[in-house]
């Protein structure tokens, strides 16, 4: 669908996301992505009630609210509504990146638009020149960019965006034992860890604390995540020989 190369995608978002904050004053993390939704494009905030009555076969589904409308849930989390809201945010840049594109807007599929939204919110919640200062400043470590840096961005966001960085890295994330996520920025990779990884995998699991283990050419370092739903650690591995 898209005409141009992957560099030319990713600065054209950037240039949007750079022109959106500045405009709004914005000019240093955290990004308030709900604030933001809300001034920018009109967002009315929702506070919803949980539906503790058990649907029955048959029943109509709930109508969606109509609109601009940010419908938040009581078990939402900081990060869980700012990502919500940074996908918002993201969808109304579409209009404007289309164009940049050479693509009419309303004449994407629904299948690029996802991609490109996908693409757009990570980079304003964490936009690409503040994270690789972020980054650099805190040696990549995933915590102190999150508590130090993103607070209100989700941990997932934050470790995939350390692949968008020159530095070559392998980023897994590792639920309740089983990796979900596996990806690198300089090969194509299984999901199967190395003796490294999973070794900072079971020093994380038994210690409960960062820890860095160095071995047959990878060195991997792990960060146990306490919030969300899962017993969650984070990898950041390099391979020596790069």
Same mark, same amino acid.
């Given at each position: ?14 240039? /949007?996301?750079?022109? /959106? ?28 009630? @949980? +539906? ?6 048959? +029943? ?9 409308? %940010?419908?938040? /849930? ?37 299948? *690029? ?6 693409? #757009?919110?990570? =980079?304003?919640? %964490? ?8 980054? =650099?400043?805190?040696? *990549? ?29 392998? #980023? ?8 979900? $996520?596996?990806? !690198?920025?300089? !090969?194509?990779?299984?999901?199967? /860890? $190395?003796?490294? @990884?999973? *070794?900072?995998? @079971? ?17 991997? =370092? ?10 969650? #650690?984070?990898? =950041?591995?390099?391979?020596? +020989?790069?």
């Amino acid at each position: 669908m898209l005409d141009v190369s992957a560099d030319e995608l990713f600065d054209a978002i950037d240039r /949007l996301v750079l022109a /959106l904050l500045t405009r709004y004053g914005i000019s240093a993390p955290p990004i308030d992505a709900v604030s933001l939704a809300v001034r920018a494009y009109g967002y009315v905030v929702r506070e919803e009630e @949980e +539906d503790d009555e058990p649907r029955r076969y048959g +029943d109509r589904p709930k109508p969606k609210p109509r609109g601009r409308v %940010l419908s938040f /849930l009581p078990t939402h989390s900081e990060t869980a509504r700012n990502s919500l809201a940074a996908r918002a945010c993201a969808k109304e840049l579409l209009a404007d990146l289309l164009p940049k594109l050479g693509v009419a807007p309303g004449t994407e599929n629904k299948s *690029a638009q996802g991609q490109l939204v996908g693409l #757009i919110a990570p =980079r304003l919640v %964490l936009p690409t020149r503040w994270f690789a200062t972020a980054a =650099r400043k805190a040696n *990549a470590d995933v915590l102190r960019l999150h508590d130090e840096h993103f607070p209100t961005v989700a941990y997932e966001w934050l470790c995939l965006r350390l692949l968008d960085l020159d530095d070559p890295c392998c #980023i897994a994330i590792v639920d309740d034992g089983s990796v979900s $996520t596996r990806r !690198a920025n300089f !090969a194509q990779l299984t999901k199967k /860890l $190395t003796e490294a @990884e999973q *070794a900072c995998v @079971e020093k994380v699991q038994a210690t409960e604390e960062p820890q860095t283990v160095r071995r047959d050419g990878w060195t991997a =370092r792990g960060w146990p995540i306490s919030s969300g739903p899962f017993n969650r #650690i984070i990898l =950041r591995s390099v391979p020596d +020989d790069i």
